[in-house]
Structure formats: C-alpha cells, structure tokens
C-alpha cells in the first residue's frame, strides 16, 4: 500500500486556501486505517468534498489559481486528493485467491495400466447382438 504522506510538486507556491485543504487532507490520510473499506473511501472523499466547498465559498471571485500559472489553488489540491483516494481504492483491494495447482502429471505406466483395464471392462461388457456361438443349451 501506498504510504501516508501525501507530497504535492513544490513547483508552484499554494495559496492560503489551498494549503488549508491540503493540511486537512494530510490529516485525513495520515488517519486512514491499514485496510480501506468502500465506507472508508467514501467518508474521506465527503470529508475534501465538504471542505473544499467551504474554502471555495471563502475565495474572493477574482482569484485566480493556476490556470494563469500564478499557484496551485484549491480545485487542483482537491483533485490531486480524489485521484490519490482512488489509487489507495485500487491498491487496498484484496488479492484474489491463486489458482489451484494443475493435478499431477500421470505415468505412462499409469496411463497403460487403465487403457488395459477400460479394455477389458469393456470387453466383458461387449452385447455380440444376440448371437453367441456357444448355444445357451449347451449343444
């Protein structure tokens, strides 16, 4: 599994609100048990989800994040969490179970041994279509 800490690049600065969800995500993540369940994943996406509507309420409408190249901003943060979210998804499911091993390879002796008696079994089973060259009457 992957580990706990989530880095962003260091290429572009975060801005104020950005660096709060980010902070609040790591928490997130660092509280996230060893085995993810479905119910797991779901509240942590709702945990960013919600959070990250609440900054956005609180951006001033003319900020600008990175489309313009100034800084990495809360929408990209929040992406960057889902897409972590459903990495952790993928890689926390249970491995299926191995295939069960191919039966052991028979002998020629054994094969031969078999043949011959399906041979005889058969033999013995063998309806001639009512004809028998012995009489039943013993004539």
Same mark, same amino acid.
């Given at each position: 599994? &992957?580990?706990? @800490?989530?880095?962003?690049?260091?290429? =572009?600065?975060?801005?104020?609100?950005?660096?709060?969800?980010y902070r609040t995500?790591?928490?997130?993540?660092?509280?996230?048990? /060893?085995?993810?369940?479905?119910? &797991?994943?779901?509240?942590?996406? @709702?945990?960013?989800?919600? =959070?990250? &509507?609440?900054?956005?309420? &609180?951006?001033?409408?003319?900020?600008?994040?990175?489309?313009?190249?100034?800084?990495?901003?809360?929408? !990209?943060?929040?992406?960057?969490?889902?897409?972590?979210?459903?990495?952790?998804? +993928?890689?926390? !499911? $249970?491995?299926?179970?191995?295939?069960?091993? $191919? $039966?052991?390879?028979?002998?020629?002796?054994? +094969? %031969?041994?078999?043949?011959? %008696?399906? /041979?005889?079994?058969?033999? %013995?089973?063998?309806?001639?279509?009512?004809?028998? $060259?012995?009489?039943?009457?013993?004539?």
């Amino acid at each position: 599994m &992957t580990t706990p @800490d989530w880095i962003l690049p260091a290429r =572009y600065p975060l801005c104020p609100a950005a660096d709060s969800l980010y902070r609040t995500g790591q928490a997130i993540f660092n509280q996230l048990p /060893a085995t993810l369940t479905p119910e &797991t994943i779901n509240a942590a996406q @709702d945990a960013l989800a919600q =959070y990250r &509507t609440e900054l956005l309420a &609180t951006l001033h409408p003319m900020h600008f994040g990175l489309s313009i190249g100034l800084h990495i901003c809360v929408e !990209q943060v929040y992406q960057e969490g889902r897409a972590r979210l459903r990495g952790l998804t +993928v890689t926390s !499911q $249970p491995a299926s179970e191995p295939p069960a091993p $191919p $039966p052991k390879p028979r002998s020629l002796a054994d +094969v %031969a041994e078999e043949f011959f %008696a399906d /041979a005889e079994s058969d033999s %013995a089973d063998t309806d001639n279509g009512g004809y028998s $060259p012995v009489p039943p009457n013993g004539e």
